[in-house]
């Protein structure tokens, strides 16, 4: 009687046991489950693939185990490819627990027993534990481990992670290893978009790679068709198929293999690993700013003008293209020929510090005109100088005499650019340079003002960023190599607005040289500059059109001269024919829209000295001007001289208006008559007088001011600044048609005579106001400014 209830107790107590080892069990494997375990991707080196803007790839580099090996999670892989594997390698993969003990005993049976083949039996999963521990499962004692392992697997990672770890350690053939890699080389596909062919070859690879591959070629055997098609006759009772995708089998199947694989713009793409070498290996798709079809234009028209100059012994050449919308660089081409060890086509020539000879001028004058020191139609002096010790020549070793600005620019004439460069203060022109990033400056009294013609060097890099300035309208950017490159929340401002356009309008009236292939001009402005370097190493073109930057280089990169490296002979004609491809290739290309700059104004001048006109000027011109800043007075090149009828010497006053006549002379300083003497263009000196006023006609009388009053001192609110004002005015002889005020010989502006012109002091201080009518008459007074709250 008392048997069954002791029994009873024993079974209870015995499934309790039961109970409780499942329980902890299931604890343990809940525990190894959320117990916190690196990715199996953790110390994998991978590949890098670097796309065009438009997703076009440019190229896939090696792992640092000399691997193509790219990380693709399960689900950007296709279900294809997926469903193929399983059905090939391990049907019951979400079933078993890491081992299948039946795959493994006809394993044994076949290889030991029987003699046969050596067949392991291993599942995905210990498949997965071979390569990640890297295992030798040739001994028994290398199974057992290889088992162990798998379990841990299991009991650490889910399926799926395991799933995606085993296509992502596969060997594929060659040095191929990753689903990823293998569709990408082979078909040029993602392995999301694999098609059911694809996909079944890619499943029977890992199995025996070696010997479905030709060893020599790398190109498909016969074997791996077969095996892929007898998966196909597997997959057919499995899964449902349609007409399509069985006519698709009877295709030849073609496997691109790695040396097959594109490598455009290798310069580029070696800049930027070197630049992202710290982080390339955690990312494995890099999405570049290059735009593939514009690098192989380039390179294009490079490789035809090198073929066309070889007899005149230009070898090399560099190209770079950077888009002033986002600075993102578009092509960038290192040297003619990557591959050519004569001319050291390694070298990325965008990156190479060179003497820039005149392709740095634009940015003289811009902080001339930034400064005050002159505007566009300045007319500065092109004649012997000397700058202290330094006397600066031109590259032809002539004098052109007065030259304005913008005609001084785009000539390239030294002397008068050395001029405006010794002119600035801060920042002057080193400082400018070293603001915007050149890099490995000397000191500033190294270079002194031989900087102005090429004495310092500087990348193409940093050249095509500073074009980008002007094209920015004065505002400095990175250049950037990957879509992901964050831009500056607070651009750098070393421009105004007002100076970058007034730069781009004298760089625009530069005309092209007549030898390029197209046959008329582009209807799409270019504003450019050439440079030469000392001894004729370097020929440059660099400018803006559309909304590119465009710098050309050409030379050679040991340093030797060549005297056919000039640059407006050498390097404008491959700018320029690289220009017209461009606009030929995308015709709706256009310059992007900037707004006008506020505070600059079109004046009329005297075009012989760039000053405001008088009535005996000759001709007249107009120029851009900064109120309150461009340089400006009235014209003193062209004055009425009153001369004796009997004699043609100069009348002195009082003087009878019957026995004397007026005549107009240019009056040149000693220096430009010389260089018109010598151009055999001699100006008719005017007469010598001995005339208390020199005979100079100034009769009449002279502007009166009237507004504001002498020795006054005006309240300003500073809560109406901008909009409290002083009115300028002045009474005028009845032969003054024009008045021009100026402030501490700063330019205001002009008024008809009678009108009135308002002035917005900004500042507290005293100030000297004058007016000069065409004539060259004046008056002025001083005024003092109070601003109160």
């Known amino acids: 009687m008392n048997i069954f209830p002791r029994s009873f107790k024993m079974a209870g107590r015995w499934l309790q046991n039961i109970a409780m080892a499942i329980f902890l069990l299931a604890l343990l494997v809940l525990g190894c489950r959320l117990w916190p375990h690196p990715p199996l991707s953790q110390g994998l080196p991978f590949s890098s693939v670097y796309y065009d803007q438009q997703g076009i790839l440019m190229r896939i580099t090696l792992a640092n185990d000399d691997r193509y090996r790219l990380w693709t999670p399960l689900e950007e892989i296709s279900p294809l490819a997926i469903k193929g594997l399983l059905l090939h390698e391990d049907r019951w993969f979400y079933f078993n627990p890491g081992f299948n003990p039946f795959s493994l005993m006809r394993g044994f049976w076949q290889s030991y027993v029987m003699g046969g083949t050596m067949q392991g039996g291993s599942t995905i999963t210990m498949q997965l534990a071979r390569m990640h521990w890297h295992l030798n499962t040739r001994t028994p004692a290398g199974k057992i481990m290889q088992i162990l392992r798998a379990i841990q697997l299991e009991l650490s990672y889910s399926k799926d992670d395991i799933l995606e770890a085993y296509l992502n350690y596969a060997p594929f053939g060659r040095n191929i290893e990753s689903i990823g890699a293998a569709s990408l080389i082979y078909f040029n596909q993602s392995p999301r978009g694999l098609t059911l ?35 196909f006759v597997r997959w057919q009772k499995h899964y449902p198929t349609d007409n399509s995708q069985l006519s698709l089998f009877s295709l030849p199947l073609a496997l691109r293999q790695p040396e097959q694989m594109p490598y455009i ?36 028209q490079i490789n035809a003008f090198i073929v066309r100059n070889k007899s005149r012994g230009i070898n090399n050449a560099a190209a770079l293209l950077v888009d002033t919308r986002d600075m993102g660089i578009r092509a960038l081409v ?62 032809d070793r002539r004098f052109l005499g007065p030259i304005t600005a913008t005609d001084a620019l785009n000539f390239s004439r030294n002397i008068p650019a050395v001029y405006v460069a010794s002119q600035l203060r801060q920042p002057t022109f080193y400082q400018f340079l070293r603001l915007s990033g050149v890099a490995n400056m000397s000191s500033e009294n190294h270079y002194g003002l031989s900087l102005v013609l090429g004495g310092g060097e500087i990348t193409m890099q940093e050249l095509a960023k500073l074009y980008g300035l002007l094209a920015n309208r004065g505002v400095l950017q990175p250049l950037r190599m990957q879509k992901s490159d964050t831009v500056p929340a607070t651009p750098v401002r070393l421009l105004s607005e007002e100076a970058s356009f007034m730069t781009l309008d004298m760089l625009r009236q530069h005309r092209r040289p007549g030898d390029t292939l197209a046959q008329r001009p582009s209807s799409l402005p270019v504003y450019w500059k050439t440079g030469t370097s000392w001894g004729f190493r370097d020929a440059w073109s660099v400018g803006i059109f559309g909304p590119y930057v465009l710098v050309v280089w050409e030379g050679n990169f ?86 004796d009828k009997a004699t043609g010497e100069v009348a002195c006053a009082p003087y009878d208006e019957s026995e004397t006549r007026v005549e107009i002379f240019e009056f040149w300083p000693s220096d430009l008559a010389n260089v018109f003497a010598q151009a055999g263009l001699p100006k008719r000196k005017p007469p010598v007088s001995r005339c208390n006023n020199s005979g100079i006609d100034v009769s009449g009388n002279p502007p009166r001011i009237t507004s504001p009053l002498k020795n006054t001192v005006y309240t300003l609110r500073q809560s109406l600044q901008g909009r409290d004002k002083i009115s300028f005015n002045a009474v005028t002889d009845a032969d003054s048609k024009t008045v021009y005020w100026f402030v501490d010989d700063i330019y205001l502006g002009s008024s008809a005579s009678k009108s009135t012109i308002d002035w917005h002091p900004a500042n507290n201080g005293q100030y000297r106001v004058r007016v000069v009518d065409d004539r060259g008459r004046a008056d002025s007074r001083t005024v003092s400014i109070q601003i109160v709250n």
Request: aromatic fraction near 8%.
């Open 197 to 231: 062919p694809e996909a079944l070859t890619l499943a029977v690879l890992p199995q025996s790679p070696s010997s479905r591959m030709n060893a020599k070629s790398g190109l498909p055997d016969s074997r791996l068709i077969q095996a892929r098609n007898r998966l």
């Open 334 to 395: 290192g040297s003619a020929d990557y591959y050519n060890r004569r001319i050291q086509g390694q070298v990325n020539g965008t990156n190479a510090k060179r003497s820039p000879g005149s392709a740095l001028k634009p940015f003289i004058y811009a902080l001339g005109m930034e400064q005050g020191v002159l505007h566009p139609m300045t007319v500065l002096r092109d004649v012997p100088s000397a700058f202290g010790a330094y006397a600066p020549e031109n590259f």
């Open 265 to 300: 713009a290798p310069h580029f793409i070696e800049q930027l690993r070197q630049q992202t070498r710290q982080w390339v290996q955690t990312q494995t798709r890099i999405d570049t700013t290059l735009d593939a079809h514009l690098q192989r234009l380039i390179e294009r």
């Open 558 to 643: 040991d340093g030797r001269g060549n005297n056919a490296l000039v640059g407006a002979e050498a390097a404008a004609p491959l700018f320029f024919n690289i220009i017209d491809s461009i606009i030929a290739s995308y015709p709706r290309l256009q310059e992007p829209r900037h707004p006008f700059p506020e505070q600059l104004k079109r004046e009329e001048i005297c075009l012989a000295s760039g000053d405001l006109p008088t009535p005996w000027c000759q001709q007249k011109g107009k120029t851009w001007f900064i109120p309150g800043k461009s340089p400006i007075k009235v014209d003193t090149v062209y004055r009425p001289v009153r001369l």
